[in-house]
């Protein structure tokens, strides 16, 4: 049995890595990086060798987070916990700010190997959620305002791809498991950094489907949900074919920036609101097995 499959709750010995990703939205991966990298983390094993961590450890998890949300690098975050007047002195070192500068200087040399690397430390550090919120959409925006760097905003675009859509493949359920189904309606990027932020069972299609197909797939296999993307505004034609004209017998929902004025022409569509955050919460009311 692994770790992924322990139960949620806490037991005898603890709380399991996954329970702990859980609860405090932070990526097994990334937990793992904190505790082998650097040391901030010590939970105990049960004989298997599953990692377990106790109501300490899992405020220390918490600690951690707090710190990093206050833009504190993960290499300063060991003094502060060890001692509680540290952070009365500390100013923290623009880390992202840093981290995008270096981007730019390994796009603007067409680097992309420096870049993967510098991406695969910042996923192992902060997580999918951080890194895309401080350092790709800043970038992304930083980069776009200038037709200059469009061949580097093209490049980042394709790296970004690539990795996210790694990622997305290990998120897709099992053998007659529910998850969602995320649909985008322009860009595929932002469909896969929705996954990455939401990592939950799931299936990340690149392109629109016809409506009429993903009743089929509802069919085929009952517990799953749509959400549909919508950073784009299809042709008239092709909302007819993309969207609902009824209710749909799955759970329907849409977001992005057009996500209400496509929700006025289709049918039953639950509109997500907010942040990629937002939407990762807002999902755990529903139940897909219930339909």
């Known amino acids: 049995m692994s770790e992924a499959t322990d139960t949620l709750a806490a037991d005898e010995c603890g709380y399991s ?5 859980e609860r405090c939205g932070v990526n097994p991966v990334t937990l793992r990086a904190w505790e082998r990298r650097y040391g901030l983390l010590k939970p105990s094993r049960t004989a298997k060798g599953h990692r ?22 993960i290499r300063q975050v060991q003094a502060l916990l ?31 190997r420096r870049l993967e690397q510098q991406l695969n430390g910042l996923i192992a550090d902060y997580g999918h959620a951080r890194v895309i919120a401080e350092f790709s959409d800043p970038l992304r925006e930083q980069l776009s305002l200038s ?17 996210w ?3 997305a493949l290990s998120l897709s359920p099992g053998r007659k498991r529910s998850g969602w189904m995320l649909v985008p309606l322009g860009d595929p990027l932002a469909a896969l950094e929705l996954a990455m932020v939401i990592n939950a069972p799931l299936w990340c299609v690149d392109q629109p489907m016809d409506y ?25 034609a092709q909302r007819a074919r993309w969207l609902p004209a009824d209710t749909a017998p799955f759970r329907a929902c849409i977001w992005g920036p057009l996500a209400r ?19 990762a919460e807002a999902l755990q009311q529903y139940n897909l097995e219930s339909l």
Not at 87 to 109: C, H, I, M, N, Y
Not at 212 to 236: K, N
């Open 261 to 279: 004025q496509l929700a006025g022409d289709a049918a039953g569509l639950t509109v997500l609101e907010g942040s990629r955050e937002d939407v």
């Open 212 to 236: 009429e197909a993903l009743r089929q797939c509802f069919v085929a296999t009952p517990s799953f949900g749509v959400i549909w993307i919508a950073d784009a505004l299809p042709g008239a």
């Open 147 to 163: 037709s200059s760097l469009s061949l580097q905003a093209s490049l980042l675009h394709s790296l970004l791809m690539q990795k």
């Open 52 to 73: 377990r961590y106790s109501e300490a450890q899992l405020a220390r998890v918490q600690a951690v987070v707090q710190w990093l949300e206050k833009g504190v690098p």
């Open 17 to 21: 890595i996954q329970a702990v990703s």
């Open 165 to 167: 859509s790694g990622k």
């Open 82 to 112: 060890d001692s509680a007047s540290a952070g009365d002195e500390l100013t923290p070192e623009p880390v992202w700010q840093q981290a995008r500068e270096k981007a730019l200087e390994a796009l603007e040399s067409l680097n992309l």
